[in-house]
């Protein structure tokens, strides 16, 4: 850790950064010995990408490509993956003031989910505000990334009211639009159509819970040990992926099985409120 606090504080003193945040799983304590350690650098343009490759590249000991800003997607900033000391570091850019507009869009219950590649069922918007929750901040100051985490520790009821009512609409939508195509034996769009709907009672079971959510990764047994969830979810969601088949019939009764999740998710969402 003193490795890692001294690289965010170098990190801080390159222009345009205005804080460094600890994310993921380390922050989070529910990493593996090899897990990464991702870095969010939060940022004002201009940001001075020819300061960082050098700082990159002395920690790394080697060139380090570095992006500049939005150099692997509209969502996923930049950033750069380096090797320090035997282990994988990842620094991913967050535009500051972005993530200020998404808090607010927060409060106000707005969201939207953005195509990112590397992410299936998209970035959330509100991720952003969560990965500051949830994470450690290193590096910071003026003091903004803590205000933010003080303020994000209380999820905003709007956007939990905003996503439930997403989820109980949308969920058994995506499966009455499988149906058409298990009718053909098309898995494919029935697979969009069940790991669409998985997630959507992902996002709503998270914030009903008022618990910020931030990616695809680990995120239906997470579901599956809220309070509100259905005490097997995360068996029932896992198993509609398992041996999907590809006829009509075997699609149809992965389509029954999913109809009967939702309809007890939502079922629970909706009485909870």
Known sequence: MDRLREMAERLAGVGGVAGVCLGGSRARGTHHPGSDFDLGLYYRPPLDTDALRRLAAEFAGVPVEVTEPGGWGPWVDGGAWLTVDGRAVDWIYRDLDRVHRIWEDCRAGRFEVGVQAGHPLGVYSHAYVGEVA???????????????????????EPLRAALVANTLWEAPFCLANARKGASRGDAFQVAGCL?????????????????????EKGAVR????????????????QGLFAALGASPAALSAALDSADGLVADVCGRLAYRG
Do not use: I
């Open 134 to 156: 949830l994470g450690r901040v290193l590096a910071d100051s003026g003091g903004e990334l803590a205000a933010l985490r003080r303020e994000a520790a209380r999820y905003p």
């Open 195 to 215: 790991f669409r709907a998985v997630g959507l009672l992902v996002q709503g079971l998270h914030a009903h819970a008022g618990r910020w959510v931030l990616n």
């Open 222 to 237: 997470e579901a599956g040990e809220l309070a509100v969830a259905p005490a097997d979810f995360s068996v029932r969601a």
